[in-house]
Every structure is written in C-alpha cells, then in structure tokens.
C-alpha cells in the first residue's frame, strides 16, 4: 500500500478501536494479552500512537513511555492520541529519514505501515476482550505478515531466540495468492525471500489464510486448530512456527 493508503486504513482502524474502548468493559480480560485488562490495552495503545508521532515528527528514536495515565474518559483519550499519530503522519514526507527497530528501510514510511498493523492486531485483541467478532482484512493480513517476516525476522535476536530453521518453509496465503520462503542460516542473505517458484525450494509448505497467518505469527491463536495445512516436513514447520517472531 501507499502512505495515503496506509493512513486511510490507519483512520477506519483507530476509529474501531475507539469504539470498542467506549463501549467495553474496561475490566474485561484480553486473551492472549497475560493478565492486561481492556483498560491496560487501550492505554498501550494510545501510548503507542503517542511514542510514534513524535518519531514520525523528528525522525529520532524516542524512549517508551507507555506508563502516563490518560483521563477520566478513557475513548476520549484515546482518540486524542490516534488524532495525534494521524495528524504527525499526514503532515510528514514518507521518503524522509526516521528511526526504526526492524530491518525496514529507516525512512517515515516505515511507520505508517507498523500503526497499521500494531491497531489492527490491538484491534481484534479488544473486541475478543469485548466478546464480539472482528475479521482482519486478508489484504491488511497479508500485508501484516510480509512485514514480520521481512522486516522483524532478520532482527528477532533482539529481543528472543531466534526460531529455528531447519529445512527451507514456505508460508502461503490461500485467500490473496502471496508466499513467502524461509531459508535455514547461511542459505540466503535474508531470512525471508521471494522466488519465481519457492514450492520448489520448500523442505514444508505451511498454507492457511492471510489472517490465520498473521495472527500465528503475533501469536493470537494456536497452530492447531487454526485451519492452516503443513505438507513435507510437519516437524520441521512446527518447530519453526512455534517462534516468536515479533517484540
């Protein structure tokens, strides 16, 4: 997607949210969250927009403030840090230098495609808190999936053991027609790359829709039950899928 692209989904996603944290229980437990309630989500999240406006703003890496407290009315708040983000990424110029933490260019740019996707996978987290049903769009799945493992992959050891590879493994998308290979160390200069045919390279096949894709990889469900089919080498999948992949 283009920026504009990115920021007109960024202000459908923020304004879901803002709905969900105004009518939630903001006691409500968040599944896969360990023991953050919908209130704790909503303030990680505005502080979230808040931490990378300024970013967007000077192109600098800023600390994580995530603890500051909004006001009484917590949607309102919110809002206000969402406005924040949107306004800093409208005024910016993509193409201008920025800090970030993955292997993604260090340009503005980078940063209109991560609020997309840390609202919507935040997105979904509320409404299961809220008890209601929210479906990633495949196109933004898809889109959430290359950018962890193009762009957080290369970079995990940062924060976790990086999961192991043992045989080449190519995650495809059934519903939006993407792949992506996934190549054991020493293979390739990037854990991640595309090829004219990567079927051809793959040691296993890992095959489910965009959305069962991202949410494994954030994991947001587990790999049993989640519709997805292994063929070629299950273990060796299994092994690699179990991650983590992201911060």
Known sequence: MTPDEYLERLRELTAGFARVASTGDPTAAVPCCGDWRLRDLVVHLGNVHRWAAGIVRTGDPAPQIFEAEPGPDLAAWYRESAEDLIEALREASPEDGAWNFTAAGKTKAFWYRR?????????LDAHRAAGTEYTLDPSVAA???????LGMLPKVKRWHTPPTVTVPVLLKTSDTGHAWLITPPGETDVPGSRQADPAEAAGAVVAGTAEALDLLLWQRIELDGAGIEITGDAAAAKTFLSGPFTP
């Open 115 to 123: 609020q997309v996707h840390e609202t919507a996978v935040h997105l």
């Open 143 to 149: 889109d959430g999936v290359d950018e962890v493992l």
